[in-house]
């Protein structure tokens, strides 16, 4: 029995989502998005360098025949620039599932909630896919879902924090209102993280920096991969109820 | 010769195609995106399209990046 989750049609089975940013070199990203097993990867727009043309590409190393590339707006900071780096995207890429996040604020990198509903808006009516990063607010999901997003990845803490999940009551309400999936964007620093994320029920989680600044990123690529399927294997599998005492698990009887 | 504004620095080409502009950087066509004057040029007209004077031009492709 594969587990597997689809969205907008199309099913994976990998719930790990992992970035490709911040590290050492493209070697070393290459092997961590082999260890974490995931099949998609968020990936920036940017200016190509004009002076230095022949410079080494994401491409070269990591696959898109492959591995599903999922263009990120990260660094849009209105409706606007996240719109036009989308539209960007899918002309280099020729995909319409992406990633949307409009940025509020450098300090805490909270989306501007205003503007991503704004967005998801637009690029729904374009065609596009749009996978939205927004606040642990299951009223702001169900508008985004409403307004077009083919998934929501409210964040569990701030983006490159490694805060791990804040509010899980939140993120659980999201998931139980919402009718297309939830994943985690944002916030996790280790694996436990990652497994609370799955054992309250979301699609899966993204992250990036949990990885890239491991000291052994390809080693905690290949922990984040366990923890979401050891997270989301509890959640399938029915935790046991909490209790206020003890409750021995060896029978009474028979005691000497 | 004209002169474009290319990803934000303002530059001298030759005249031509944004195809021709593209494979004189040494770009792989195949691994950008260009946009003129903040619309997007389809790929399959990148050689049909004539650069002029004063295009502001984007290009772009993919790189690392997270959340």
Redesign the interface.
């Given at each position: 029995m594969t587990d597997t989750w689809s969205v907008a049609g199309r099913t994976f089975t990998s719930r790990l989502i992992v970035?490709?940013?911040?590290?050492k070199d493209?070697e070393q990203?290459a092997a961590a998005v082999a260890a974490s097993g995931a099949e998609i990867v968020?990936?920036?727009?940017?200016?190509?360098n004009?002076s230095d043309?022949?410079a080494p590409?994401?491409?070269d190393y990591i696959d898109?025949k492959k591995i599903t590339?999922l263009?990120?707006t990260?660094?849009c900071f209105n409706a606007d620039d996240a719109i036009?780096t989308l539209?960007?995207?899918?002309?280099?890429?020729g995909w319409d599932l992406v990633k949307l996040?409009v940025l509020g604020e450098a300090k805490t990198l909270y989306p501007n909630m205003r503007e991503t509903l704004e967005a998801t808006e637009v690029l729904a009516k374009e065609g596009f896919l749009p996978m939205v990063?927004c606040v642990d607010d299951p009223i702001a999901a169900k508008q985004l879902e409403d307004a077009g997003a083919v998934a929501v990845m409210p964040l569990g803490a701030p983006?490159?924090s490694g805060l791990g999940i804040q509010n899980r009551v939140t993120i659980r309400l999201i998931v139980e209102g919402a009718s297309v999936p939830v994943l985690v964007?944002?916030g996790v620093g280790t694996a436990s993280d990652a497994a609370v994320a799955m054992e309250l029920g979301c699609d899966g989680v993204?992250?990036?920096?949990a990885i890239?600044e491991a000291k052994d990123p390809i080693r905690m690529a290949r922990a984040m991969k366990l923890a979401v399927e050891a997270g989301r294997d509890a959640y399938l599998s029915g935790r046991m109820g909490l209790r206020k005492y003890a409750d021995p698990s060896s029978p009474l009887a028979g005691l000497i | 010769m004209i002169l474009v504004i290319?990803?934000?620095?303002t530059?001298q080409v030759r005249d031509g195609s944004i195809a021709d502009l593209v494979a004189s950087?040494?770009?792989d066509v195949k691994?950008?995106?260009?946009?003129r004057n903040?619309e997007?040029v389809?790929?399959s007209t990148l050689a049909d399209v004539a650069l002029c004077e004063g295009d502001a031009l984007?290009?772009?492709?993919?790189?690392?990046?997270?959340?």
């Open positions: 970035g490709t940013g911040k590290y493209f990203n968020t990936v920036a727009v940017r200016r190509v004009v043309p022949t590409m994401l491409t898109p590339y263009p990120n990260a660094g036009r539209r960007l995207a899918r002309e280099a890429g996040e990063y983006i490159g964007d944002a993204l992250m990036n920096t890239a | 290319l990803n934000g620095e530059r950087l040494g770009l691994k950008v995106a260009v946009e903040r997007i389809p790929r984007e290009i772009v492709h993919f790189v690392g990046g997270g959340c």
